[in-house]
């Protein structure tokens, strides 16, 4: 049967993980909170909302809702804001070509994330029409590593959790990935992601045997 091959956006299709920095930064620094690229670490695959209340936390600043929903627009429009110009060139190395193989091979391919941002980050960069499904932060109640984004993008593609293959660069996405029955596999540091069941620095480092080896 089919395998769907399920990616995270931020961090592991293209580098805008720098760019949530710099907008959150800006951010931090108006409130005089310090935010640095450890912080930065803490709030990678967590959910706009959970990453204004992190930030907050390490300033120890209390706010009212109303004062919180300001900040959140404001840290979007800033975000939005390096996005503009945004193209192909921004696409993670690698990427196209496992896009590429997965589709030559008839399999199936959808997006699991966070951000309510996905959809023109997947037009901008011209990768759209790989897709097959699209979950993003605006179909989902529950943020990873609670599975329900993976879940809904295995539903739409009707594939068995089993046969899903997820790709992600955050802790709480391997976790989520993995209390789903699917198989993990790790983008980034291998110590940070150590939970998945198998890593690759990048997708350059992934060779298509690998995907290869999955199918059936
Ligand atoms: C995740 C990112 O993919 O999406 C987080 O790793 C981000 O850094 C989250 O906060 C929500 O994204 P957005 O685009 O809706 O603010
Ligand atoms: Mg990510």
Do not use: A, E, L, W
């Given at each position: 049967s089919k395998k769907a091959f399920i990616f995270d956006l931020?961090?592991?299709?293209?580098?805008?993980a720098k760019y949530h920095f710099l907008a959150w930064q800006k951010l931090a620094q108006e409130l005089g909170i310090e935010f640095t690229p450890e912080h930065n670490e803490e709030l990678k695959g967590v959910s706009r909302v959970r990453s204004l209340d992190i930030i907050l936390a390490l300033g120890n600043v209390q706010a009212s809702q109303e004062d919180k929903n300001k900040w959140l627009i404001k840290k979007n429009e800033e975000y939005l804001s390096y996005l503009v110009d945004m193209d192909e060139s921004e696409l993670l190395p690698g990427v196209i070509n496992v896009l590429q193989f997965i589709k030559e091979k008839k399999q199936l391919i959808a997006l699991g994330s966070a951000s309510k941002n996905a959809r023109p980050i997947l037009e901008k960069t011209g990768i759209l029409h790989f897709f097959d499904a699209i979950v993003d932060g605006n179909d989902v109640a529950n943020a990873k590593p609670d599975p329900e984004v993976f879940l809904r993008a295995a539903k739409l593609v009707k594939a068995n959790n089993k046969n899903c293959i997820v790709f992600e660069d955050s802790v709480a996405g391997i976790q989520a990935a993995n209390v789903a029955n699917m198989i993990s596999v790790g983008i980034g540091d291998a110590e940070i992601l150590h939970e998945a069941k198998y890593n690759f620095k990048d997708f350059t480092f992934m060779d298509l045997s690998f995907i290869e080896a999955l199918l059936d």
């Open positions: 931020d961090g592991v299709i293209v580098d805008t």
